[in-house]
């Protein structure tokens, strides 16, 4: 199923957006936009004007600037991230002055050494962040990851660099990366000057290349020149200081894309990426995107609207005489398919006006059902009484999870028979399910693992 990612980075002087179509495994670029930024002018409108409406489904992603965040090298003796998570804060009151309670923490995924855990972490001032997401939320444009550069965009174009030196040339940074297996390692930010002297600025890097890669014992020679910074010159400067650096030249589905986007289609490809990689992602907590219900509700509201109208309309019409009411129908008939196109401007043909109505109102219930809102169980909250009702000490594998309006079907694999009969104790104390039946419990083919079949019938309201 195909689905569109849209990078938005946020420069100083200009906002650039790439929307692209990702379908069986092929990308194809949609559009590239750059709109520059006016002082006083809402940036949620510019943000609007740009994207326009967005789709139930699409993903989006945007970055802080490395400036604003703290980053720093943490090692636990533990690897579980609520633990790592709750923790934070007083690992940083250790290490910053400015830690307290005004700020808001991120962090990638824990990776294992000898001694524990070790993972990136950072820091951002939730007045920051706050300030960063309020456009999004206000015009109602679902960004679904609020990023940090220049981790968000090592990750994105990881295929591009997995190993060297990013420099991402912004308006309002520059911004020099060691990449390492597509994760950074470390970076430093640069002064900027105007006018821009590539000479100096391709000496600036070089000394900072350098320092990173004897920093941390790497000899990575390659660079990726990124940004509305990034031009030939400043490449063929530092290719005379002896570094391998080139801007690249990237072509989607066959369309070039300047180079002064590819920070936004660093983050397109960012949005891409699975939540369980776990890079970072400040859309968390009290910053979390609210649920797309909202958006939802409110079509729900409009078309209810719509449809009492047009039921009061017919009901009028019934009591004018014959020619009277051949001319409100028709007059209506033309009304109502004004405002339908108008609620639903992608529709070709309009057959009966209050009929697909209807069944769009109940397209959208099922879609609301689906995001878990609403009364009664549901998909999600089926799967949350799983997951809670499961016991710490024993490990499970659930290969399929299958839901239906009668029952909650579940097969996987565990350790032992005995570890079946306590998950199926526990899933049978839950008021969500009216039983537990064992369908199928056997040990596997190695005599490591048992495999499970559960069907859990849901129980019936009263």
Known sequence: MAR??????????HIRAVLIEENQGKTN????????????????????????????????????????????????PFADEKKIA??????????????????????????????????????????????????FDRREIPLNILALTPHSHARGLSELIPNGLLAILGEAETVLALVDGGEVVDHRLLPQSAPIDHARLAEELGHAGNALRAAHGLEHPAWLLIGDGAVAELAQALRELGEAAEVPRIELGGQPLAVEFLPALALAWRAG??????????????????????????RLTAMAALLGCSLLLLGASAYLNYAQKARVAENLRQEMQQLYRATFPGTQAIVDAPLQMRAQLEELRKIARLLGTGEGASALTA?????????????????????TAEAVRLEGVTGSFDAINRLSATLGESPLFAEVRIDDARMSLDGKQVDFRLTLPLRKEP
């Open 4 to 13: 569109r990612l849209i990078g938005i980075d946020i420069d100083a002087r």
């Open 29 to 76: 670029l949609i559009d590239a936009r750059r709109e520059p930024r006016s002082e006083g002018e809402d940036l949620a409108e510019s943000l609007r004007r740009m994207l326009g409406e967005t789709r139930l489904g699409d993903r989006l992603a945007a970055a802080l600037p490395a400036g604003c965040a703290y980053f720093r090298r943490l090692h636990f």
């Open 86 to 135: 709750a923790a934070l804060p007083m690992e940083f009151s250790l290490q910053l002055p400015a830690a307290g309670e005004g700020l808001a923490f991120a962090m990638e995924k824990p990776i294992a050494e000898e001694l524990g855990f070790t993972l990136t972490t950072a820091a951002v001032a939730r007045s920051t962040v706050a300030a960063m997401l309020e456009p």
């Open 273 to 298: 990426l699975n939540d369980r990689e776990r890079a970072f992602n400040l859309r968390t907590g009290e910053f979390a995107l609210k649920s797309e219900w909202g958006r939802l509700k409110k």
């Open 383 to 403: 799967l949350d009484e799983v997951s809670r009702r499961t016991p710490a000490d024993i490990t499970v594998d659930i290969r399929d999870f299958n839901y």
